[in-house]
Nanobody
Framework: QVQLVESGGGLVQAGDSLRLSCAAS????????MGWFRQAPGKEREFVAGINRRGGITYFGDSVKGRSTISRDNAKNTVYLQMSSLKPEDAAVYYC?????????????????WGQGTQVTVSS
């Protein structure tokens, strides 16, 4: 079990960019696959992006593909999600997740630990 803490959420204007961070505050996470998910009120938790242990492989959900970047700094035990051209439909609570065994997956239940989430609000 890994403790994860998201940050960087807030109110942004449609069309703006935002960078979210997720820090592993208990121990290092360089051996873990990491993912970002989001959940809007009344919606299912949706896969946003995933990154492998060393950061050389990434994968994005269709809704954010082309305008999102996921990266990690293992020396800082931190994973980032950079989003641009934000839309009102991007508004959600964004969650960081880690998977101890296995590669990138879009399935919520295959991740082992979750952060508490950070709220992203997009105004028009």
């Amino acid at each position: 079990q890994v403790q994860l803490v998201e940050s960087g959420g807030g109110l942004v204007q449609a069309g703006d960019s935002l960078r979210l961070s997720c820090a592993a505050s208990v121990r290092t996470f360089s051996s873990y696959t990491m993912g970002w998910f989001r959940q809007a009120p009344g919606k299912e938790r949706e896969f946003v992006a995933g990154i492998n242990r060393r950061g050389g492989i990434t994968y994005f959900g269709d809704s954010v593909k082309g305008r999102s970047t996921i990266s990690r700094d293992n020396a800082k035990n931190t994973v980032y999600l950079q989003m641009s051209s934000l839309k009102p439909e991007d508004a959600a609570v964004y969650y960081c997740a880690e998977r101890e065994n296995g590669g990138i997956t879009t399935t919520v239940d295959e991740y082992d630990s979750w952060g508490q989430g950070t709220q992203v609000t997009v105004s028009s």
